[in-house]
């Protein structure tokens, strides 16, 4: 198993431009979400599903969009990128079925929007 | 809502010392407990973790307790390597079904050991 991929690993963007950050899993995972880490802030929930067909917001949705068409695919899309987007994006997996709770994290994705 | 608080860091210490890092946490019923590690440009990966009250979440060494009465979960290593050089994640999951999956993650604490 690859387990959580993520690309690209690096991305600059100008202000204003579009995005898709891709994100795969190959464990079947019912549960796929989206976090960015900042300094000093953890890591704050962007959006997550549930199943293919569902997505919910987070804490901090706002300038992003996700869709969920497949069980193994989750992209993360910035429609008009910010400065204040600039930040490491993680895409966590987790199955729903279980007692054991544990999220799967990708490697993470460095976006820097100038 | 759910939060975590966990000591800030960085935090500094020589190999073979012992490392504490507290973590309390509020939440409604009976979360789980987790502590996440994350290495040097890598994602995070689960170190241990605790269901319930009184259970002991343990690891490479590293050992934490579910204190309910406390609302707590300090997590604890005997004798550090410098191997053991990352940022520590506490993090909490509020029960199961529905929207329940959230985790809701500390601020993190850089740990960093010197031979």
């Known amino acids: 198993n690859a387990g959580v991929t993520q690309t690209p690993k690096f991305q600059v963007l100008k202000t204003g431009q579009s995005m898709t950050l891709q994100c795969a899993q190959d464990?079947?995972?019912?549960?796929m979400s989206w976090y960015r880490q900042d300094p000093g802030m953890g890591l704050r929930l962007i959006h997550y599903?549930?199943?293919?067909?569902?997505?919910d917001q987070g804490e901090v949705p706002n300038g992003y969009n996700v869709s969920r068409s497949t069980t193994e695919d989750f992209p993360l899309r910035l429609l008009s990128a910010a400065p204040s987007q600039t930040s490491v994006y993680f895409c966590?997996?987790?199955?729903?079925?279980?007692?054991?709770?544990?999220?799967?994290f990708g490697p993470g994705t460095r976006l820097t929007v100038t | 809502g759910n939060s975590v608080t966990q000591m800030e860091g960085p935090v500094t210490l020589s190999e073979e010392a012992f490392l504490t890092i507290n973590c309390t946490y509020t939440?409604?019923?009976?979360?789980?407990l987790f502590w996440y590690v994350q290495y040097p440009g890598e994602g995070l990966q689960l170190l241990l973790k605790?269901?319930?009250?009184?259970d002991k979440g343990s690891n490479k060494g590293f050992e934490a307790t579910y204190r309910k009465e406390t609302t707590s979960f300090h997590l604890e290593k005997g004798s550090v390597q410098v191997s053991d050089s990352a940022v520590y994640f506490c993090?909490?999951?509020?029960?199961?079904?529905?929207?329940?999956?959230?985790?809701?993650f500390g601020k993190g604490t850089l740990l960093t050991v010197n031979p």
């Open positions: 993090a909490l999951r509020k029960g199961s079904g529905g929207s329940n999956y959230k985790l809701t």
């Open positions: 599903s549930v199943g293919a067909g569902i997505t």
């Open positions: 464990m079947n995972h019912e549960y």
């Open positions: 966590a997996s987790s199955p729903i079925q279980t007692s054991s709770y544990e999220q799967y």
């Open positions: 605790a269901t319930k009250a009184d």
């Open positions: 939440a409604t019923g009976y979360p789980s």
